[in-house]
């Protein structure tokens, strides 16, 4: 781990307002739906060291505290955004998605091959990524590999809520159990986008190495995805217009008038917008607001579990976050995991967003009573 991300995050600005920023330059369209590519190995430490923002030391040993022998093989993806180290330590399989910037592709590596700096600095001087979706063969590659070694296996696979990936990995999944009828594979949508997926990877994995057996921990992650909640601003609407999240007039207007929104993901993993403020100050306020609304570390939650903050080149607002998060009851020394937001998530949403993730309140619960009665309907929980 580099000797930055080993520091505290609170340790600078402690007292600092939030950066008000400056606009991006609108950037030209991207593909809608975020992507795979073949590309897949076990998480390893980049070549040379990546600043990817400070973390706790508590956070450096993470993943090796939980990180113990079980009989399940996990695998992630890259649009979890991980922590390098973070998933290094894990020791799971993170398959990696990819994107094209400037006429060439890109594997979706962790930041090995490109820093957030140059990426987002290239989106800031007028520069986009597009991706497409995943075809099977990318995913069978990686699932035969698991079936050949035996281990029973869970992929946590990015939301379908933004993505259509999972359905090609089901499709994968279900040719390898063709050719391997004894092996168990199963492909969990985790319904949590950006580092929540992230959140969810790390208790996985935990819970693969208390005992859970594969079957067991697909069952848990099935639940516990609902526990995860995630609230986030934008620095501009240009990247959701160019994806058709919004019109484009809308996002002109937000501009003009300085409105950032405040948004999460809905109980599919898409994208919801909560609310509407007149600059970056109050949107990031919102964000420690559904913090203290939603988050149970001081109310018989487990303050152990982690809480990560997420950015795409936003560092200042990113320790601004973590500073106020510190100052609620139970925080002061709850791990927190700083990372930056993957290419593949970062062409959606653009330069200057920042994020909170943490385990609160079960999601479900907030479902007005109509949304209950159809979810019974559809025969979910």
């Known amino acids: 781990m580099s000797s930055s991300t080993q520091q505290e995050l609170s340790e600078k600005n402690h007292e600092a307002a939030p950066d008000e920023g400056a606009a991006p330059a609108s950037v030209p369209g991207a593909a809608d739906a975020p992507a795979a590519a073949a590309a897949s190995s076990p998480a390893a430490a980049p070549a040379q060291p990546v600043d990817n923002g400070p973390a706790t030391e508590e956070v450096a040993h993470l993943g090796k505290a939980y990180h ?12 979890a ?21 400037g006429g ?35 995913y069978l590659e990686v699932f035969e590999r698991a079936a050949q070694e035996g281990t029973p296996t869970v992929y946590l696979a990015f939301t379908r809520g933004l993505s259509s990936s999972v359905d090609t990995a089901r ?101 919801t917008l909560r609310g509407l403020c007149r600059g970056r100050k109050k949107a990031l306020r919102a964000i420690i607001a559904d913090f203290k609304a939603n988050y149970l570390g001081a109310e018989g939650g487990d303050n152990r579990l982690p809480i ?21 009851p139970g925080c002061s020394d709850v791990p927190i995991i700083y990372s930056s937001v993957s290419p593949v998530v970062g062409a959606h949403v ?10 609160g309140k079960d999601r479900r619960e907030a479902l007005s009573f109509t949304d209950r009665i159809a979810r019974r309907v559809r025969g979910e929980r």
Not at 116 to 132: D, K, V, W
Not at 350 to 359: D, I, K, L, S
């Open 171 to 271: 499709q994968a999944a279900d040719m390898v159990r063709q050719d391997h009828p004894d092996f168990e594979i199963y492909v969990v949508d985790n319904l949590c986008p950006s580092a929540a997926a992230e959140l969810l990877a790390i208790e996985a994995v935990h819970q693969a190495a208390s005992g859970l057996t594969a079957r067991e921990l697909v069952a848990w992650a099935e639940e516990a995805r609902y526990y995860i909640q995630g609230y986030f601003t934008l620095e501009s609407f240009d990247a959701l217009a160019r994806g058709g999240r919004i019109p484009p007039a809308a996002a002109q207007v937000g501009g003009k008038l300085d409105v950032k929104p405040e948004l999460s993901y809905d109980l599919n993993g898409a994208l």
């Open 308 to 328: 990560g903050i997420v950015s795409t080149d936003a560092e200042k607002d990113a320790r601004w976050l973590a500073d106020q998060i510190r100052k609620e």
């Open 350 to 359: 653009g330069p200057g967003m920042v994020a909170v993730v943490f385990w």
């Open 68 to 79: 113990r022998a079980s009989n399940v093989r996990i695998i992630v993806d890259s649009c």
């Open 104 to 138: 060439e592709e890109h594997a979706d590596d962790l930041w090995r091959s490109m820093t957030p700096q140059e990426f987002y600095g290239r989106m800031r001087a007028g520069e986009y990524a597009t991706t497409s979706a995943v075809t099977p063969g990318h």
């Open 81 to 101: 955004d991980f922590a390098p180290e973070v998933a290094e330590a894990l020791g799971v399989e993170v398959v990696s998605f990819s994107y094209v910037m």
